[in-house]
């Protein structure tokens, strides 16, 4: 049962992760979401996009690439956990994109030597370890 449900988390995290690098190609944009470092970026944009500071003409396009994969990957994570007798994380409730965002960027900026690693599981373990279930 237990392999069951990392399979499914590990297939929704592709799926995700596959989606939102999709939807940026289909846009010919040059960015990417493969590390954690790159994602990371792209949600220091989304925070200066938020404050009202556009920097750059992508600027749009790197604030809906963050908060589309970590959606996401948060997405496909919880619907594993409906089908699996184990849950990964236990947050105390619904978060809203920004606090999912928030939570990400504080793994990553905590992990400088995980911002090789894949995106994707860098905002599952950013989840996992904020929110561990008793």
Excluded: K
């Excluded at 592709?14 to 289909?26: E, K, L, P």
């Excluded at 010919?28 to 200066?48: G, H, Q």
């Excluded at 963050?66 to 409906?82: D, E, H, K, L, P």
């Excluded at 504080?106 to 030597?113: D, F, G, I, V």
Aim: glycine letters at 6%; a neutral charge.
């Amino acid at each position: 049962m237990i392999i069951r449900l990392v399979w499914f988390t590990l297939a929704s995290i592709w799926v995700a992760s596959f989606c939102a690098t999709a939807y940026a190609q289909n846009l010919e944009s040059p960015m990417t979401v493969d590390t954690v470092a790159e994602l990371r970026y792209n949600c220091i944009v989304n925070a200066r996009v938020m404050e009202g500071r556009i920097l750059a003409e992508d600027d749009g396009l790197r604030t809906a690439t963050c908060g589309s994969f970590v959606v996401g990957v948060v997405n496909g994570m919880q619907i594993g956990q409906a089908t699996a007798p184990r849950r990964l994380f236990c947050p105390a409730g619904n978060l809203t994109i920004a606090q999912e965002i928030q939570i990400f960027m504080n793994w990553a900026n905590r992990h400088p030597e995980a911002w090789n690693d894949r995106a994707a599981t860098g905002v599952g373990r950013a989840m996992i370890e904020s929110f561990p279930c008793q």
